[in-house]
């Protein structure tokens, strides 16, 4: 199992627009990727500039196949504009 933290960095006056990709994109995270186990977008409470994208899938693999789909690349694409650059990402390794 390998999970990741994704931090993007929005410009301000995009937050709406990019929250709203953001949870089209878990929408269909959770229904096409059956090896995603957890997809969760969340802004911090004391930055809405910042949105946090909680992910956890079975395998390396998984997460590989991921950045293939089609609604990962139209997210990527439809936010390209209102963020800061690519997301920071942190992967992160199963303990338990």
Same mark, same amino acid.
Request: aromatic fraction near 8%; hydrophobic fraction near 35%.
């Given at each position: 199992?390998?999970?990741?933290?994704?931090?993007i960095?929005?410009? @301000?006056? *995009?937050?709406?627009q &990019?929250?709203?990709a953001? $949870?089209?994109?878990?929408? *269909? &995270?959770?229904?096409k990727?059956?090896?995603?186990?957890? !997809?969760?977008?969340?802004?911090?409470?004391?930055? @809405?500039?910042?949105? !946090?994208?909680?992910?956890k !899938?079975?395998? $390396?693999?998984?997460?590989?196949? +991921?950045?293939?789909?089609? +609604? !990962?690349?139209e997210? $990527?694409?439809?936010?390209?504009?209102? &963020?800061?650059?690519?997301?920071?990402?942190t992967?992160?390794?199963?303990?338990?």
């Amino acid at each position: 199992m390998i999970g990741l933290v994704a931090v993007i960095k929005v410009k @301000p006056g *995009n937050e709406k627009q &990019v929250a709203e990709a953001a $949870r089209r994109m878990a929408d *269909n &995270v959770k229904e096409k990727e059956k090896e995603c186990l957890l !997809y969760d977008p969340f802004t911090a409470e004391d930055d @809405p500039t910042k949105i !946090y994208i909680l992910e956890k !899938y079975t395998s $390396r693999g998984a997460l590989d196949e +991921h950045r293939k789909y089609a +609604h !990962y690349q139209e997210f $990527r694409e439809a936010i390209k504009d209102a &963020v800061e650059g690519p997301p920071e990402v942190t992967l992160l390794d199963f303990i338990g």
